[in-house]
T-cell receptor, first 114, second 115 residues
Framework: AAGVIQSPRHLIKEKRETATLKCYPI?????VYWYQQGPGQDPQFLIS???????DKGSIPDRFSAQQFSDYHSELNMSSLELGDSALYFC?????????????FGPGTRLTVL | AQKVTQAQTEISVVEKEDVTLDCVYE???????LFWYKQPPSGELVFLIR??????QNEISGRYSWNFQKSTSSFNFTITASQVVDSAVYFC????????????FGKGTKLSVKP
């Protein structure tokens, strides 16, 4: 069965650079969630989209933005990167309104900021 | 406020031992959902189970079992006859019943199963 695809899997950036993470949900899934997991930490919710509209916002820094496109894939744009942004970024997808069905997680993108 | 507490930071057992991972949650919502996820060393998050707040029936899936008790706000996870492949970080998570779909995770319990 198709799973959530995230690209790239690994990314190394310098401080103050920008990064774009991509998420391709499971086919027919229309809801996407982004989570950030720092080293040794639990995943923290950043933002979610349903039917290409932002549905909820968590602890996402102002330097970050995200959107969901017409094909339901989503991109997380991160600017002015800081050392503390080094983390594993997960995308999850589900079908239907947020809180309606299971979230299936992608393998994550490991971002390292030097 | 909503919160998930996994008091056990790390647990180490020898293969074939049974082990229980504790999870205590806090919410004032009457409708909510509880989850367990496994995160092996490779890093992905693997869904294990979901429980609705109105369904206190315990569940067994192979060597895994879950005990949901609303009276104590607990949703504990037991692995019977543990195996080395069970070594991972296990997260308990809470999702509320409103329009928000995001998961609130506990800090996780690192389980090490030694041969």
């Amino acid at each position: 069965a198709a799973g959530v695809i995230q690209s790239p899997r690994h990314l190394i950036k310098e401080k103050r650079e920008t990064a774009t993470l991509k998420c391709y949900p499971i086919p027919r899934h229309d809801t996407v969630y982004w989570y950030q997991q720092g080293p040794g930490q639990d995943p923290q919710f950043l933002i979610s989209f349903y039917e290409k509209m932002q549905s909820d916002k968590g602890s996402i820094p102002d330097r970050f933005s995200a959107q969901q496109f017409s094909d339901y894939h989503s991109e997380l744009n991160m600017s002015s990167l800081e050392l503390g942004d080094s983390a594993l970024y997960f995308c999850a997808s589900s079908f239907g309104r947020p809180n309606y069905n299971e979230q299936f997680f992608g393998p994550g993108t490991r971002l390292t900021v030097l | 406020a909503q919160k998930v507490t996994q008091a056990q930071t790390e647990i180490s057992v020898v293969e074939k031992e049974d082990v229980t991972l504790d999870c205590v949650y806090e919410t004032r919502d009457t409708t909510y959902y509880l989850f367990w996820y496994k995160q092996p060393p490779s890093g992905e998050l693997v869904f294990l189970i979901r429980r609705n707040s109105f369904d206190e029936q315990n569940e067994i899936s192979g060597r895994y079992s879950w005990n949901f008790q609303k009276s104590t706000s607990s949703f504990n996870f037991t692995i019977t006859a543990s195996q080395v492949v069970d070594s991972a970080v296990y997260f308990c998570a809470l999702r509320l019943g409103g329009s928000q779909g995001n998961l609130i995770f506990g800090k996780g319990t690192k389980l090490s199963v030694k041969p």
